[in-house]
């Protein structure tokens, strides 16, 4: 067993616990809020605050509602695109051959070797 002038179960600078010391709680209210996959979660808010229309669910990460029968759906993830997939959107396939063909012309027309 250790001996010392520590004091167990506290820290420095750690006053007295109590509300007398801390000031009155203010009045909360919990709200329950529902995602996709049915869990609940339920924060408190202050009774004058405003509460939120989403909350983000603590267990999947999902957004969720305040309406259990209508939960919110969840994000709609877009899949990667390459820089290949945005100029294919932009171009059609003559239009390439034709950039590919003006940008070759100018390749061949100028008087440096290409190697």
Request: with cysteine.
């Amino acid at each position: 067993m250790g001996s010392g002038n520590a004091i167990r179960g506290s820290r420095v600078g750690a006053g007295p616990m109590g509300e007398a010391e801390r000031g009155e709680a203010a009045p909360r209210v919990r709200v329950p809020f529902w995602c996709a996959n049915m869990h609940v979660t339920r924060p408190s808010f202050a009774s004058d605050a405003a509460v939120p229309e989403f909350w983000d669910c603590p267990r999947c990460g999902l957004p969720a509602g305040q309406d259990e029968a209508n939960p919110p759906a969840p994000p709609r993830n877009e899949p990667y695109k390459t820089h290949l997939a945005y100029v294919k959107e932009r171009r059609s396939d003559k239009d390439g051959a034709q950039i590919l063909a003006e940008a070759l012309e100018r390749l061949r027309s100028s008087s440096r070797p290409i190697y």
